[in-house]
């Protein structure tokens, strides 16, 4: 069967998707719907049964495109600058004018048995000024926990939202002491818009407006209160009892979203199962890529042009089979999902819109990057980074293995496999959001290279004959286990 996976055919799949019509594949670009038109253009010639929307092959994904339209922010008549001065995301603020002639400093924000900087105070529609983290004795002890351990409080920022909204706060500014930090994590979210899921859910924040401030710029806004504000910080941290009090002080911030719609497109191409045709097989990857700066196209042909086209490849090949009358006892799905490089979104629209029942599908095969080699192999090696196969069941890191020594015959690797990678490879591809909902799920790669997210990752530099033989072994895996006799066991 395996002989309908062929790299000459590959060669010329992998030349359109990273032709320079396909633009990079972004989501929401004309080039990624020309991807994607020809793989269902593929599914077509082959013959393969729809399943999408109105009798396509596609789901459609709705996605949001947020940024900000315009904000300011002005304090005691000086105006200061987004990511200079202060952080605010688009996607955990709402639009919002303020004209404010107090602010009521808040202490650490924190509401806690042991500690509660809302007591006594009334903060409800107002602007309140916080510190991160949580109050401390001079040797390090933290009042909250009593012990040298700090508490959730400062670990966990959502908390101090929370308690903000439950007293109905209109805005937090936070004294942020780690600014520099602050705007390196969030710096790529505020220069580039951010891609949501089109639900109502992610669109609109309903937690209270948070700005993160560096330290000059608090001082301007504090204005006349900083000695005042600085005095009461120290008298929290040396009795452990809060000290909230208003000041005055003028600020103007106005805050604009620009939210577009976007739409997108998740591909499938549907192999009914005989016997067990309620128990499904899916095998993933993803088609979208990082688009084109300027003039600079990122063709992504390892990225995952490689996994795609491998996809593609496996589907003709159960098509073929079918053909012949050769169908699997179990239903397979192979799926091509979009909006990978913005967030896995695809995968994640899929695992929550699933057209298949997910309580029965019992695996999920995906490929990402497997059309090069990289520095720790030489250049003939036919080997395979495996990644999370044994996470959620032994049976599925078992049945690969065995797979592979029966027939293909490639050097598994499990480097990155390790719990404690600092790569975390485990959590960056699709498959995460089939194993969030606790289906195992198992990645193959090839490792990453000096190409990775560069222009220079072309298709003249992948190797066809290794693509095709680890396309053949994903097939071999994918047909194996829509085949034993029993459905294999999450037992992780
Ligand atoms: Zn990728």
């Given at each position: 069967m395996t002989t309908a996976i062929d790299q000459t055919e590959m060669s010329t799949i992998l030349d359109v998707l990273t032709s320079d019509s396909c633009a990079g594949r972004e989501l929401g670009s004309v080039g990624v719907d020309i991807a994607a038109n020809f793989i269902a253009t593929k599914f077509q010639q082959y013959g393969i049964q729809k399943i999408g929307d109105n009798n396509s092959y596609f789901q459609h994904v709705g996605f949001s495109w947020v940024n900000w339209e315009n904000t300011s922010f002005r304090a005691n008549d000086t105006e200061f600058k987004l990511l200079w001065d202060y952080v605010a995301v688009p996607t955990e603020n709402n639009d919002l004018e303020i004209n404010a002639k107090e602010i009521v400093?808040?202490?650490?924000g924190i509401d806690d048995p042991n500690y509660n900087d809302y007591e006594n105070t009334s903060v409800k529609g107002k602007v309140i000024l916080i510190y991160n983290g949580e109050p401390t004795k001079t040797d390090g002890t933290s009042w909250i926990t009593n012990s040298q351990f700090q508490s959730d409080w400062s670990t966990n920022f959502n908390k101090k939202i929370e308690a903000a909204k439950k007293h109905e706060v209109a805005l937090i500014l936070v004294i942020e002491e780690k600014f520099k930090q602050l705007v390196d994590l969030k710096r790529s979210q505020l220069i580039s818009p951010t891609f949501l899921l089109d639900s109502e859910e992610y669109l609109t924040s309903n937690t209270p407006n948070v700005a993160y401030m560096s330290s000059s710029t608090s001082s301007h806004v504090i204005g006349n209160a900083l000695k005042k504000v600085i005095q009461a910080r120290n008298r929290i941290k040396k009795k452990g009892r809060a000290h909230s009090f208003s000041f005055n002080t003028k600020l103007e911030i106005s805050q604009k979203k620009n939210i577009k719609a976007i739409s997108g497109k998740n591909i499938m191409a549907y192999f009914e199962g005989t016997d067990k045709k309620e128990e499904i097989v899916i095998v993933s990857a993803h088609y979208d890529h990082i688009g084109k700066k300027n003039e600079d196209i990122f063709n992504g042909a390892d990225d995952n042009g490689s996994g795609t086209t491998a996809v593609i490849q496996i589907a003709k090949a159960l098509q073929v089979a079918r053909d012949k009358g050769i169908k699997p006892r179990r239903t397979i799905l192979c799926l091509l999902v979009t909006g990978e490089e913005k967030g896995l979104l695809g995968s994640n629209y899929y695992v929550n819109n699933?057209?298949?029942d997910l309580n029965k599908t019992t695996v999920d095969i995906n490929i990402d990057m497997v059309g090069r080699i990289d520095k720790k192999y030489s250049e003939d090696s036919a080997y395979l980074y495996v990644i999370?196969?044994?996470?959620?069941?032994a049976d599925l890191h078992r049945i690969n293995e065995e797979v592979n020594s029966k027939y293909s015959q490639l050097i598994l690797d499990?480097?990155?496999?390790?719990?404690?990678?600092?790569?975390?490879y485990y959590y960056r591809s699709d498959h995460y959001n089939f194993a969030e909902k606790r289906i195992p799920a198992i990645f193959f790669f090839n490792g990453t290279h000096e190409d990775y997210h560069r222009i220079t990752d072309d298709k003249i530099k992948i190797n066809l004959p290794i693509l095709e033989k680890r396309t053949k072994h994903i097939f071999l895996l994918t047909w194996e286990l829509a085949n034993i006799p029993k459905r294999i066991i999450v037992d992780k």
């Open positions: 400093f808040c202490g650490y699933p057209r298949l999370g196969s044994d996470r959620l069941s499990y480097v990155y496999n390790a719990e404690n990678d600092p790569n975390r």
